[in-house]
Nanobody, 126 residues
Framework: QLQFVESGGGLVQPGGSLRLSCAAS????????TVWFRQAPGKEREGVSC????????YYAQSVTGRFTISRDSAKNMVYLQMNSLKSEDTAVYYC???????????????????WGQGTQVTVSS
């Protein structure tokens, strides 16, 4: 069974930074692509960034390009999301997940996702 645990969320002022962490356990060898997605109250899920485990190719939503950076530590089964220049519209619960099998390119940003954790709350407010 594959499990994800997200951490690192919190309250930050606009313009600030946070680093989210995602710990994967279980059948981690089944993961081809890890995706970070977010969901704000009353809104649909939005894929933020994903990273392909083989080769490390990264993909970003337009809304976060230039501000967020995804990275991975394969030895620790960890994926990180460095978030800079945060805006109020970045407020959401952030989840890491296994992208659906066979996704190509930026398809990894779009649901459905195969598995995800409980999420970590990010609140950007002054």
């Amino acid at each position: 069974q594959l499990q994800f645990v997200e951490s690192g969320g919190g309250l930050v002022q606009p313009g600030g930074s946070l680093r989210l962490s995602c710990a994967a356990s279980g059948f981690t060898s089944d993961i081809d692509v890890t995706v970070w997605f977010r969901q704000a109250p009353g809104k649909e899920r939005e894929g933020v960034s994903c990273i392909r485990h083989s080769g490390g190719t990264q993909y970003y939503a337009q809304s976060v390009t230039g501000r967020f950076t995804i990275s991975r530590d394969s030895a620790k089964n960890m994926v990180y999301l460095q978030m800079n220049s945060l805006k109020s519209e970045d407020t959401a619960v952030y989840y890491c997940a296994k992208a659906a099998p066979g996704v190509l390119g930026t398809q990894c940003l779009r649901p459905p996702y195969a598995a995800w954790g409980q999420g970590t709350q990010v609140t950007v407010s002054s």
